[in-house]
């Protein structure tokens, strides 16, 4: 069988996605990324969230939104990128959003990264509570980045009154961990990783969580999901993420697929298309 009538039988046409979580500013797009961008749109990706990671790249991510009413922003500076920020960066964030509320919807990525530490462990703690100060001033919902620092987010997070919402972005921690944070009434955002045979706590968080409390994302370019791992990713391949997650919890991914993006849409106040 080929690979079109492969996917058609997993992806049923007509069901509507939403990509919580996607970095099409990135230079990897730069070739084709208004091809893509239709692509997406062809295969039911009804609204994509383009997410920056430092301020040249949230001043993208918004020139981006800006030219297709179905996507939308989220800025902000990675954990990777917080050394050295200036107040100015922060002012120009800021005033990004400002201009362009329309189309910003979220602030983020924004956390921790313990395993790749390209910053300081002080500096991330201190920028992360800055960032999470300015989300809570914008009122804007948070995107969190959490990789092996799952203590200290959970700590730093919860000194916060997060009105807004809190979404833990690529979940990659386990079941208990997502209890912890579903208690604290953060969301939860699943990526192409579900689609792994190497997952299997990944497996067990799609499986338990309550489909009212998930998202799912591509984190595009990175993590690709199963059939195309390995290989560039892109917001039409959240379709795949739905449809192991539908496998999981023996659901239709109709079902997976309506209940993540109604609570995308009501987390990023961002309205039916
Ligand atoms: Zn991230
Ligand atoms: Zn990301």
């Given at each position: 069988?080929?690979?079109?009538?492969?996917?058609?039988?997993?992806?049923?046409?007509?069901?509507?996605?939403?990509?919580?979580?996607?970095?099409?500013?990135m230079n990897t797009y730069d070739e084709d990324r208004n091809e893509l961008i239709a692509r997406a749109k062809t295969?039911?990706?009804?609204?994509?969230?383009?997410?920056?990671?430092?301020?040249?790249?949230?001043?993208?991510?918004?020139?981006?939104?800006?030219?297709?009413?179905?996507?939308?922003?989220?800025?902000?500076?990675?954990?990777?990128?917080?050394?050295?920020?200036?107040?100015?960066?922060?002012?120009?964030?800021?005033?990004?959003?400002?201009?362009?509320?329309?189309?910003?919807?979220?602030?983020?990525?924004?956390?921790?990264?313990?395993?790749?530490?390209?910053?300081?462990?002080?500096?991330?703690?201190?920028?992360?509570?800055?960032?999470?100060?300015?989300?809570?001033?914008?009122?804007?919902?948070?995107?969190?980045?959490?990789?092996?620092?799952?203590?200290?987010?959970?700590?730093?997070?919860?000194?916060?009154?997060?009105?807004?919402?809190?979404?833990?972005?690529?979940?990659?921690?386990?079941?208990?961990?997502?209890?912890?944070?579903?208690?604290?009434?953060?969301?939860?955002?699943?990526?192409?990783?579900?689609?792994?045979?190497?997952?299997?706590?990944?497996?067990?968080?799609?499986?338990?969580?309550?489909?009212?409390?998930?998202?799912?994302?591509?984190?595009?370019?990175?993590?690709?999901?199963?059939?195309?791992?390995?290989?560039?990713?892109?917001?039409?391949?959240?379709?795949?993420?739905?449809?192991?997650?539908?496998?999981?919890?023996?659901?239709?991914?109709?079902?997976?697929?309506?209940?993540?993006?109604?609570?995308?849409?009501?987390?990023?106040?961002?309205?039916?298309?």
């Amino acid at each position: 069988m080929n690979r079109k009538n492969t996917d058609t039988l997993i992806l049923p046409p007509g069901i509507a996605y939403f990509d919580s979580h996607c970095h099409l500013d990135m230079n990897t797009y730069d070739e084709d990324r208004n091809e893509l961008i239709a692509r997406a749109k062809t295969a039911g990706i009804t609204n994509v969230m383009t997410i920056g990671t430092d301020l040249k790249s949230s001043e993208a991510a918004v020139n981006i939104a800006l030219q297709h009413d179905y996507i939308f922003a989220a800025v902000g500076i990675h954990p990777h990128d917080v050394d050295n920020i200036r107040d100015s960066t922060y002012d120009a964030l800021i005033n990004l959003y400002k201009k362009n509320s329309s189309q910003v919807k979220g602030f983020g990525e924004i956390g921790l990264d313990y395993y790749k530490n390209y910053c300081s462990k002080e500096v991330q703690k201190r920028e992360f509570a800055r960032q999470l100060e300015i989300a809570a001033d914008l009122q804007l919902p948070v995107i969190i980045h959490d990789r092996d620092a799952d203590n200290d987010c959970f700590d730093i997070l919860s000194s916060f009154q997060l009105k807004e919402g809190c979404l833990m972005h690529c979940f990659g921690s386990d079941y208990p961990f997502a209890r912890k944070v579903l208690d604290r009434g953060m969301m939860i955002s699943i990526s192409g990783v579900v689609t792994f045979k190497n997952a299997p706590e990944l497996h067990e968080v799609a499986t338990k969580i309550p489909l009212d409390r998930m998202m799912i994302e591509t984190d595009g370019p990175y993590l690709t999901p199963v059939p195309y791992r390995g290989k560039r990713n892109e917001p039409a391949h959240v379709r795949y993420t739905a449809a192991r997650i539908a496998e999981l919890r023996g659901i239709s991914i109709e079902e997976v697929a309506e209940a993540t993006s109604r609570n995308a849409r009501q987390y990023f106040h961002i309205e039916e298309p």
